[in-house]
């Protein structure tokens, strides 16, 4: 990477409650340096500045980009603003991380891919377990083959909401709500992710509040004839585990989304016993941010890049359709 000594200089567009689980992540990577972050409110900036140890605080989104001591920005806006604050961070030529979902949909996604591009600037979406190193170490166990030829994956990723709050964004479907865009991405993009192809078909079943999911169940169809279950919703407990079968063995995830201190794994093969592996001390968002960092200073797309996100929406709307038409649907 070079200088060990450099830092990227973030920006932070909003004081969403997402940036206190970050916090310790931006203060621990040694590839950051918090510069700024804005609020609509100067208030809440300068408090939350404060609070984060950030030099800068300003009273608008567009003065943090207006600022030219940030070279990159982070954006934990809601899902419906995504688009059109990412836009205007590759206008003023800053670097985006983008919380996941990148976008609602599939086509506006594909359209600030596209114009983060031209703008040449880098975007990657916020999802974090695709950078912990317990999934580069499965990655390598499926490529050698270990449990055979894949043929089934299953993934979930709830939580519960005490109370389903419609003034909560989640509950809004003006804002890209409900628990498919929230927490079913995950199970969907590791789906992708350990078959390494897309699916061809979707069918999904969802019970909704306030015209948004609050619990989804769905399968995904690929060419070959396997097959992938998912689960997404915010009325049942914490649940965040993956399970991938092949012909010749099983690899279970407990927690692959959002591991904590101990990031453990077990592979059981066909009529062996089960192994157990565990790799600690590692986290998820720090390696995220570093490795965005990389990307920057190396002037290419990060890893995962940016296409990634535009084919897993493609997956999300076709569940989604599939949600209101009552049926399976093409991808």
């Known amino acids: 990477m070079g200088d060990e000594s450099r830092r990227l200089r973030w920006g932070i567009l909003g004081v969403a409650k997402i940036n206190d689980r ?13 510069q700024a972050i804005a609020s609509r409110s100067l208030d809440k900036a300068q408090a939350a500045a404060k609070d984060f140890g950030i030099a800068t605080a300003h009273g608008s989104y567009e003065a943090l980009l207006a600022d030219p001591a ?8 809601p899902n419906s603003m995504h688009a059109e604050w990412a836009k ?31 703008k040449n600037v880098r975007l990657m979406d ?5 950078h912990h190193p317990r999934t580069h170490a499965i990655r390598k166990i499926l490529d050698a083959g ?5 043929r089934r994956v299953t993934g979930v990723f709830t939580f519960k909401m005490e109370t389903l709050d419609l003034a909560n964004i989640r509950l ?8 498919l865009l929230d927490v079913g991405c995950y199970p969907v993009y590791g789906i992708r992710w350990a078959f390494g192809a897309e699916p061809v078909s979707a069918f999904a079943r969802a019970k909704l509040v306030n015209g948004v999911d609050v619990e989804l169940t769905g399968q995904l169809a690929f060419a070959d004839g396997r097959l992938a279950n998912f689960d997404c919703g915010f009325t049942t407990p914490m649940r965040q585990w993956f399970e991938i079968t092949g012909d010749k063995g099983v690899i279970k995830i407990p927690d692959l989304w959002a591991p904590g201190e101990k990031a453990t794994y077990q592979v059981e093969r066909h009529l062996e016993p089960a192994e157990t592996f565990t790799i600690t001390g590692e986290n998820h968002m720090v390696h995220m941010l570093d490795d965005f960092a990389k990307a920057v200073w190396e002037n290419r797309d990060p890893t995962p890049a940016p296409d990634e996100a535009v084919k897993t929406l493609k997956v999300l709307d076709a569940i989604s ?3 209101r038409e009552g049926k399976e649907v093409p991808v």
């Not at 070279?71 to 806006?77: M, N, T, W």
């Not at 800053?94 to 949909?105: N, S, Y």
């Not at 086509?107 to 596209?114: L, Q, S």
């Open 22 to 34: 970050l916090k310790p992540a931006f203060h621990a990577s040694k590839t950051v340096t918090l």
């Open 126 to 130: 916020g999802f974090m377990w695709p």
């Open 172 to 179: 809004q479907p003006g804002l890209g709500g409900g628990s």
């Open 88 to 118: 205007k961070a590759a206008d003023a030529g800053k670097h985006v991380l983008c919380e996941k979902p990148l976008c609602p949909a599939a086509p506006e996604a594909a359209d600030v891919v596209a114009y983060c591009k031209a």
């Open 321 to 323: 359709r599939s949600v």
């Open 146 to 150: 270990t449990i055979g030829e894949l």
């Open 70 to 77: 940030v070279e990159a920005v982070y954006i934990p806006l």
